[in-house]
């Protein structure tokens, strides 16, 4: 029995397709898992880092929205869609609602 031919046999039995198939969308599920939660954790960092930067200026309120502001538009000019002053605020919003149960997150190893 040559290569080719156990090939051809296997491509045309339906489980190995099925099997293939299940793998693959299974990969799919747990890359978009992955990514998400990365994007979690990316965004908690970014509000940790806003919130600290924020509490060493004097003027807090007016301090804070200009930050914002500008933070904006460098990211959004770099980056794309997302880094509006709003989402910003989110952002700021997810660190101070979980920084009490959230520690540390994998990503805080590489921010300065």
């Keep these: 029995m040559n290569f080719w ?3 051809r046999n296997d491509m045309e039995n339906p489980n190995l397709y099925a099997k293939i198939a299940e793998l693959i969308e299974l990969a799919r599920r747990q890359v978009i898992t992955a ?3 990365t994007m979690v954790y990316t965004y ?5 880092m806003v919130v600290e930067d924020e509490q060493q200026g004097q003027h807090r309120a007016t301090y804070g929205k200009q930050v914002l502001k500008e933070l904006s538009k460098k990211l959004s ?3 794309g869609k997302g880094f509006s002053s709003d ?15 959230i520690s540390a997150t994998p990503l805080r190893k590489f921010t300065l």
């Design 5 to 7: 031919h156990i090939r």
């Design 35 to 37: 990514v998400n939660t």
């Design 44 to 48: 908690f960092e970014i509000g940790r």
């Design 77 to 79: 000019k770099e980056f």
């Design 87 to 101: 989402n910003l605020e989110r952002m700021k919003k997810l660190y101070i609602l979980y920084s009490n149960s």
